[in-house]
Each structure stands twice: as structure tokens, then as C-alpha cells.
Nanobody, 122 residues
């Protein structure tokens, strides 16, 4: 019912910045809570950030607070993750997720994108 497509990943130096985008299909984007997870090689998925349908509520993991910002543009059916002051430990595949009923704070959500690789060199 909802398709999510991430973009914007790549290779950056430590201290650099990237902005990830997640484009969603459909006419009811504003009714979906959105979020970002990441999964490093050999590790379990880790919550990164979440945003409510209207954009008025956000949550961040302690590891990214003050460095990452989640936002959304409902007119464009897109959610963003601005990543600043990147560290090598931020290296992971970043996934966009959506849920129509609850905030995206766990991996138990309705929809997932295909992921985009972020690699941060030292």
C-alpha cells in the first residue's frame, strides 16, 4: 500500500554531512508516522529518529541527538534525515520506515524501504 524509496547515501569523511531522503507513494502520506533505522554490518537494527504525521513531534536516539535532524515535507511526500558531524560509527545501511497507527520507534512497523548505504571514513 505504501512504497518507500531512500536516497542520498554515500561515502563521506568524518565530520562531514549527508542528507538522506525517503520518498513515499500515495495520497495519505500525512497520516503516516515516519522514522529512520540503521543497521551496521553484523549488528541488529538500531533506532535513529522518528517524526509524527504532522511533523510536530520528533524523537532521537541518544547516539545521534544534536547531530541528526529528522523532518518531513508532506506536500512532497518526503521525509529527510540531515546528518551532521558524522562519525565512523555512523556507518550503516539506513532504512526509512512508516506506520499508520503509532510512532516509528521500534522495528515493528508497517512499511520499510530498501535502504541506502552510508559510509563514514576516519
Amino acid at each position: 500500500q505504501v512504497q518507500l524509496v531512500e536516497s542520498g547515501g554515500g561515502l563521506v569523511q568524518g565530520g562531514g554531512s549527508l542528507r538522506l531522503s525517503c520518498a513515499a507513494s500515495g495520497r495519505t502520506f500525512s497520516t503516516y508516522n515516519m522514522g529512520w533505522f540503521r543497521q551496521a554490518l553484523g549488528k541488529e537494527p538500531e533506532f535513529v529518529a522518528a517524526i509524527s504525521g504532522s511533523g510536530d513531534i520528533t524523537y532521537y536516539s541518544d547516539s545521534v541527538k544534536g547531530r541528526f535532524t529528522i523532518s518531513r515535507d508532506n506536500a512532497k511526500n518526503t521525509v529527510y534525515l540531515q546528518m551532521n558531524s558524522l562519525k565512523p560509527e555512523d556507518t550503516a545501511v539506513y532504512y526509512c520506515a512508516a506506520d499508520g497507527r503509532k510512532m516509528v520507534l521500534t522495528t515493528r512497523c508497517d512499511y520499510w524501504g530498501q535502504g541506502t548505504q552510508v559510509t563514514v571514513s576516519s
